[in-house]
């Protein structure tokens, strides 16, 4: 059960985690950023107090933001702990990747220290991985990506679930410190490209020195930066662009201003890009690069107005997202797919099931005899099937009717073939799997399963699913069948798994027993599932067992 459940908890976190770092772009400000990034630890990371310690120009770290306990923010918000005494707990305890934890056994040391800490008394831990309340987990911000330039340090303490996390939660930790230290450092940016801006339009006089400070912070801000234009007949077009921006689209400066971002979107994103470009705010969408690639970019606009001529002009910040969207589906894939195969697992199998399926059953089309009635004043009759009798559409009864646009789910009658195609469902169970791994070992039962896997999406359509349940079970749903075509398909699969399997220089067999269920509207997805099942059943045990072993 706890496998069963293991993806769910992953895409869980993923969504959790995907919620934080969303609200870290609605912050309009440092303080609210820094504020977001303490939250999102209590909100989305699954702890009970949250603490962003930052780094001020003269070195050492101030608690900048805190959350999770009314008390302790009012008193250590605002303190200083010294750059040496970070540095030292950076440099202990065990590393996880970037983390950095110290339990209770050797943090000890630290209780006298000048770094503002709280912590409240709790009994000693009952098992291994139970967390103490002494215990400590830093995850550090660096300035830029791969860099040693330290930002700040997220200090978290109390998991809701009382223990220390393991591999998913510090790798969804590990992000959100990445993500918060591009968040603090964008907020920084966009604070002095604002102040620059405003002085820009105050007064002459301080026009050439606000200028030469806009330049300096535009060219060499780490992350894309344009201007365009708004208005007027060169709506959108680029004005200036930055040497970040260029190399990350990989085209000059020269060549830049001659495109607009509207010439530069992917197809799919154009009307993200208006609507931004009409409100200002923040997008993520895809532009093109010169090679004709499509990279990932998180667009935030300011629009920048004259009180007396109204807008002037956006400045856009673009910051590349390719590594993190890269990430995110790569997540999804493998809290949807089975970790050995790569097939759809059971989650993502019962999603594609339920989609295609509704709780309404489907009704019959009405006979010819009803469709007359329904034209020549049947009342009752027309209004079950949807009309009225004088012609006009009427509202078709729960259950469907003829301008019900969803298409229902219907199985074709095994007995008489009526021209009906249908959702198959087949349950196939391998025959002597057991043995096997009883005999070879589980590395070669693996390596059964992954052949097996092959064979079977190598006899599918493109748009058939083949899934793994556990075990040694599989499913295919394969639309658009009729019940000759889908004994035909159960044939072929069948056929495809019998041929000897060669795992280090042994060649092995195993058998397959298929089950041929249909999905309908009206049923659930666990009675579809449960249907072919019990005809596997019936399939396996209409065969000899030395019939089944042979295939």
């Known amino acids: 059960m706890e496998a069963e459940s293991e993806p769910y908890v992953r895409l869980a976190t993923m969504r959790q985690l995907h919620q934080a770092v969303a609200d870290l772009n609605t912050a309009r400000s440092l303080a609210d950023t820094l504020q977001t990034v303490a939250d999102g630890i209590v909100a989305g990371l699954g702890y009970e107090l949250g603490c962003v310690n930052l780094v001020r120009p003269d070195g050492d770290l101030v608690i900048a933001a805190f959350a999770g306990n009314a008390a302790a923010e009012a008193l250590i918000t605002g303190r200083v702990g010294s750059r040496a005494s970070w540095e030292r707990r ?37 098992f291994e991985d139970e967390w103490h309340p002494l215990d400590r987990l830093y995850a550090p911000m660096y300035a830029s990506a791969g860099g040693r330039d330290l930002l700040g340090v997220i200090s978290v303490d109390r998991p809701r679930n009382g223990r220390r996390p393991g591999a998913w939660g510090r790798e969804a930790l590990q992000m959100y410190a990445s993500q918060s230290a591009i968040a603090i450092s964008n907020a920084r940016l966009r604070a002095n490209m604002q102040r620059a801006l405003v002085r820009l339009e105050r007064e002459q006089q301080a026009l050439r020195a606000s200028e030469e400070s806009f330049r300096q912070a535009f060219e060499y801000a780490p992350s894309g930066m344009a201007i365009a234009e708004m208005g007027g007949d060169q709506q959108g077009r680029l004005l200036r662009t930055n040497d970040a921006l260029c190399r990350l689209l990989g085209r000059p400066a020269s060549v830049m201003r001659r495109y607009s971002f509207a010439d530069l979107v992917h197809p799919e994103d154009i009307g993200t890009l208006l609507r931004t470009s009409a409100e200002g705010g923040r997008a ?55 970790a050995l ?11 594609r099931l339920s989609a295609r399926i509704c709780e309404r059953p489907h009704s019959p089309a009405a006979t010819a005899i009803e469709a007359l009635d329904a034209a020549y004043g049947d009342v009752e009759s027309s209004l079950i099937h949807g009309y009225q009798a004088d012609g006009y559409e009427g509202e078709a009864v729960p259950g469907g ?13 095994p007995e ?21 791994n009883d005999r070879f070992g589980h590395h070669t039962g693996d390596a059964v399963l992954i052949e097996v896997s092959r064979r079977l999406s190598t006899c599918v359509r493109d748009g058939d699913t083949v899934a793994r349940l556990g075990g040694d079970e599989f499913v295919v749903l394969a639309d658009g069948l009729g019940a000759a075509d889908a004994a035909d398909l159960a044939v072929r699969l069948r056929n495809a798994i019998i041929p000897p399997i060669r795992v280090d220089g042994r060649a ?25 099942d019990q005809r596997m059943y019936v399939e396996k045990r209409s065969r000899s067992k030395v019939h089944r072993r042979a295939g």
């Not at 990279?295 to 910040?317: I, Q």
């Not at 993190?324 to 493998?334: D, I, S, T």
């Not at 397959?512 to 072919?532: D, K, P």
């Open 90 to 126: 950076l440099s202990m305890g065990e590393a996880w990747d970037n983390l950095r934890f110290i339990p209770h056994t050797e943090g000890w040391v630290l209780l006298d220290d000048d770094v503002p800490q709280w912590h409240t008394e709790g009994p000693e831990p009952r």
């Open 284 to 338: 993520e969408l895809r532009l093109s690069r010169r090679d004709g690639t499509y990279l990932w970019v998180s667009l935030r606009n300011s629009v920048v107005a004259d009180t007396a001529d109204g807008p002037r002009f956006l400045l856009t910040h673009v910051e590349d997202i390719e590594e993190r969207k890269r990430h995110e589906l790569n997540l999804a894939h493998r809290a949807s797919h089975d």
């Open 341 to 351: 195969t790569g097939l759809p697992n059971s989650a993502e199998l019962k999603s």
């Open 401 to 413: 009717g003829p301008f019900d646009h969803h298409v229902h789910a219907v199985a074709p009658d």
């Open 416 to 436: 008489h073939d009526d021209g009906t195609k249908g959702l198959a469902v087949l349950f196939c169970d391998l025959d002597g799997f057991k043995s096997i």
């Open 508 to 532: 092995v067999r195993v058998g397959a027993s298929f089950g041929i269920g249909w999905a309908e509207c009206g049923m659930t997805v666990e009675e579809v599932l449960r249907s072919a």
